[in-house]
């Protein structure tokens, strides 16, 4: 059914939806707050016990930088941080210097296992801040376009800022909406979310069409997707969505959409 026909349809109760919505935002928004700080509280450096014969620790990340000192057999270095296969290390005297991945492949965990790391790609994809992306869908059966760009405020947290226009049969829409998204397993490639979120309608109508008038109106949504982590700094994503627009005190309109898309992160 085309936008425009469908927002002739009035549903009751919509200033209910709309303080209901507001509610879940506000408690969702809360946990934001709550869990935010949990990001800046930085866990203990990890420790490594030195397996090989000795530890070379450079004055840089290269194998150009000259090797300064060495620590030996059993003793216990603390990562502090990574540049490409360089990791910067501080061993039990103090002393910081870089190590290659290579040679801390040889090393032991607290627990007594081999240290692995993940692939630097997959550390940065993990340590995302900022996402940017587009799709193509079908909002109800009309194609639609939009973009989206997402903040991360925790680990599982991220407030996304979207904008999308519909192009119907016989009307054009455009919308936008502020959503907070929860991943609950960011650390994993394949990655579902959930969002909810604020935003405003607009439906302009076609010339055409006689007595027709420009509706403009309030917005809420509600999303469940999936994203995907490829290669290098893309992503590929999908989502589907619920969005309610209140047209009046007692009327809304509800519809839904489904897109794909592709979004890269730094």
């Known amino acids: 059914m085309p936008v425009f026909r469908f927002l002739c349809s009035a549903a009751t109760d919509a200033s209910a939806r709309l303080r209901a919505t507001l509610g879940l935002l506000a408690v969702a928004l809360g ?6 700080p949990a990001r800046a509280d930085e866990a203990p450096p ?5 397996a090989d014969p000795y530890l070379e620790l450079h004055t840089g990340p290269g194998r150009g ?9 059993d003793e216990w270095v603390e990562l502090l941080l990574r540049h490409t296969d360089w990791f910067k290390v501080r061993t039990a005297g103090g002393k910081e210097g870089w ?5 801390l492949e040889r090393t032991l965990t607290e627990a007594g296992g081999a240290k692995t790391f993940r692939d630097v790609m997959v550390d940065d994809y993990l340590a995302r801040r900022v996402e940017v992306g587009a799709g193509w869908g079908r909002f109800k059966s009309e194609p639609m376009l939009k973009a989206w760009t997402a903040y991360r405020l925790a680990e599982t ?7 999308g226009q519909v192009q119907g049969t016989f009307s054009g ?8 998204n929860v991943e609950p397993w960011s650390d994993r490639r394949l990655s579902p979310f959930f969002g909810i979120g604020v935003g405003g309608f607009r439906n302009i109508p076609n010339a055409s069409l006689v007595g027709a008038t420009t509706t403009n109106a309030k917005l809420a949504n509600a ?13 590929v994503r999908a989502d589907y ?6 047209i009046a005190d007692t009327s809304s309109g509800e519809y839904r959409a489904i897109t794909g898309g592709l979004s890269f992160f730094f």
């Open 31 to 36: 946990l934001a707050l709550v869990a935010a």
């Open 157 to 163: 947290l991220s407030v996304e800022a979207t904008a």
């Open 99 to 103: 190590v290659h991945r290579r040679q």
């Open 241 to 246: 969505s619920l969005y309610t627009a209140f």
């Open 65 to 73: 930088y000259p090797v300064f000192f060495v620590a030996g057999r």
């Open 46 to 50: 990890e420790r490594l016990q030195v």
């Open 223 to 235: 999303a469940v997707g999936v994203r995907y982590y490829v290669s290098e700094r893309f992503i």
């Open 173 to 180: 829409s455009t919308f936008w909406h502020v959503s907070l």
